[in-house]
């Protein structure tokens, strides 16, 4: 309990003798090998499945330049077949919860064709239950050959469960969001720097060859330079919902040069009828309306890419291998900061 946990405000990345002499230089594709078969090939940031997020436009718009995007979990089958035939969704992960129904969809996306390489979030709040790993398996055994996340979890043995149930990346964040409010709420979670750090250095047991365990860090990341922090610490890849809202591609209206961003566990006022028995641990804020998503892009990549080149890194997982940490005393990941990336 005495050892010290750190969030992203708690750490800078070192500045060192580096080869890279312009930031061009930095290529962030990245190829990622499921631990299961399936592997992807992209810059490894995933726009979450928020709404405000997780549109079909975003991912058009991210896919652009190589970034994913978590659609909703509310999108139906039949929009998903309308969008097919239009859409590049190459960069589309789909997102399921752990309802029984949500395999029959899967059965049915998988059955139209509209998928040459299918992506999967399985996404619940606290994926530390002996029923979401056994649905991680069965979403697995539906589809063999997909490249899947499961989460979110905050700690090795949580995250090992799932790579060995079915997962090819876990989400590991718990309370790290924005606008979550678990940690306020619950009084749970887990610095989110320590649990990319502490996760990512455990090999997956028993059957995975003494591989890592591979993770996805899944909030928590405000700045371009959280997002370079996270990889240095060890992700795989990145989710990330607040600095992907308030853009056009989100699909909700401006009133006043505002939009609404909701957390996905957000309830409304008073409980639904049936939920008394839960709490809100999401808020619901407005934010600057942003306009197109581009500049928010290349703000990020800009960033990555100036982080590599200060760690002595020509890609993401160098900079990971070539990174150092130093803890300073600053804090800067306040509540306003989060929503005026």
């Not at 590049?88 to 059965?107: D, I, R």
Request: with cysteine.
């Amino acid at each position: 309990m005495n050892d010290v946990k750190l969030d992203f405000s708690d750490v800078l990345l070192v500045p060192q003798e580096t080869r890279v002499e312009s930031r061009s230089q930095v290529n962030l594709v990245t190829t990622i090998q499921g631990v299961h078969g399936a592997s992807i090939t992209g810059i490894p940031i995933l726009a979450a499945n928020m709404m405000g997020v997780g549109t079909i436009a975003m991912c058009e718009a991210l896919g652009r330049h190589k970034i994913y995007t978590a659609i909703e979990k509310t999108v139906p089958v039949s929009t998903w077949l309308n969008t097919g035939r239009n859409t590049n969704l190459s960069y589309a992960f789909v997102t399921v919860g752990m309802q029984e129904g949500e395999l029959f969809k899967l059965a049915a996306l998988k059955n139209s064709g509209i998928f040459s390489n299918m992506k999967i979030v399985v996404d619940v709040a606290n994926g530390h239950m002996v029923k979401f790993v056994e649905f991680v398996s069965r979403v697995r055994d539906t589809w063999p050959d997909a490249f899947i996340l499961a989460g979110t979890v905050c700690t090795p043995e949580a995250c090992n469960k799932l790579i060995i149930a079915g997962a090819d990346l876990a989400r590991v964040g718990i309370g790290t969001g924005a606008v979550c409010t678990t940690r306020m709420v619950a009084g749970t979670g887990y610095p989110q720097l320590s649990a990319i750090r502490e996760c990512s250095r455990i090999e997956v047991g028993p059957y995975f060859d003494s591989k890592k365990l591979p993770i996805v860090c899944d909030g928590g990341c405000y700045h371009p330079g959280d997002f370079a922090k996270a990889f240095a610490a060890g992700a795989q890849m990145v989710m990330a919902g607040s600095v992907f809202a308030g853009h056009a591609e989100g699909g909700i209206q401006p009133v006043d040069g505002m939009v609404e961003f909701r957390g996905n566990a957000a309830l409304p006022e008073p409980a639904p009828d049936g939920q008394t028995y839960r709490s809100s641990e999401g808020r619901i804020v407005k934010i600057p309306f942003k306009g197109s998503v581009n500049a928010t892009v290349e703000h990020i990549l800009g960033g990555l890419r100036s982080a590599c080149s200060y760690s002595n890194a020509l890609s993401l997982p160098e900079l990971a291998k070539n990174a150092k940490f130093i803890r300073v005393n600053n804090q800067l990941n306040t509540v306003i900061e989060r929503y005026t990336i």
